[in-house]
T-cell receptor, first 122, second 113 residues
């Protein structure tokens, strides 16, 4: 079974600074997907960024980027120029490769870490 | 395009009762998944439906069940509620294509007293 570990229960950063959230995972799969989701107080889980394991290039989305180290099974999230609106719980998540939509089963489920509460201070 | 809609937002039940939660996916999405979120266990996968068929199930007792209708709307049912079932229940939908992520709703906060 896959496990996802986020070792930092809480972190804080000053507005406009950079912060890195850590995530490690354990799997025997060679191909898989990794995600960072953000959950603000509104409770809605919002996709921040995703990475496909077969892609060596680290994903970036505006101020968000990842450092994907496949051999080390590490997937950290870097937030640059932190904004007050970035305050939220951040969850790292793992997903095995998708099977075909018409196959008998489905791998379409996420395994989440416990989350890191990020507070951006003014 | 409307997002994933979950109803109700809040629910209070007593032990032994049963409850039904509803989820309307994004238009065109055929896969609906359910997750339970608690402070102790975090986010745990309950089940996933695609074209009215349950295709994957997490490690939850049989008291937790679900179904999906032909319009892709899904319901989740918990029978004989226990105090430990108090949680935020999140629904997520997806187009189920190669590059399609999960889109989550705002969740239903269930409190069992």
């Amino acid at each position: 079974a896959q496990t996802v570990t986020q070792s930092q229960p809480e972190m804080s950063v000053q507005e406009a600074e950079t912060v890195t959230l850590s995530c490690t995972y354990d799997t025997s799969e060679n191909n898989y997907y990794l995600f960072w989701y953000k959950q603000p107080p509104s409770r809605q889980m919002i996709l921040v960024i995703r990475q496909e394991a077969y892609k060596q290039q680290n994903a970036t989305e505006n101020r968000f980027s990842v450092n994907f180290q496949k051999a080390a099974k590490s997937f950290s999230l870097k937030i640059s120029d932190s904004q007050l609106g970035d305050t939220a719980m951040y969850f790292c998540a793992f997903m095995k490769p998708l099977r075909g939509a018409n196959s008998g089963g489905s791998n379409y489920k996420l395994t989440f870490g416990k989350g890191t509460l990020l507070t951006v201070n003014p | 395009k409307a997002g994933v809609t979950q109803t109700p937002r809040y629910l209070i039940k007593t032990r032994g009762q049963q409850v039904t939660l509803s989820c309307s996916p994004i238009s065109g999405h055929r896969s609906v998944s359910w997750y339970q979120q608690t402070p102790g266990q975090g986010l745990q996968f309950l089940f996933e439906y695609f074209s009215e068929t349950q295709r994957n199930k997490g490690n939850f007792p049989g008291r937790f069940s679900g179904r999906q209708f032909s319009n892709s709307r899904s319901e989740m049912n918990v029978s004989t509620l226990e105090l430990g079932d108090s949680a935020l229940y999140l629904c997520a939908s997806s187009f189920m294509s190669y590059n399609s992520p999960l889109h989550f709703g705002n969740g239903t906060r269930l409190t069992v007293t």
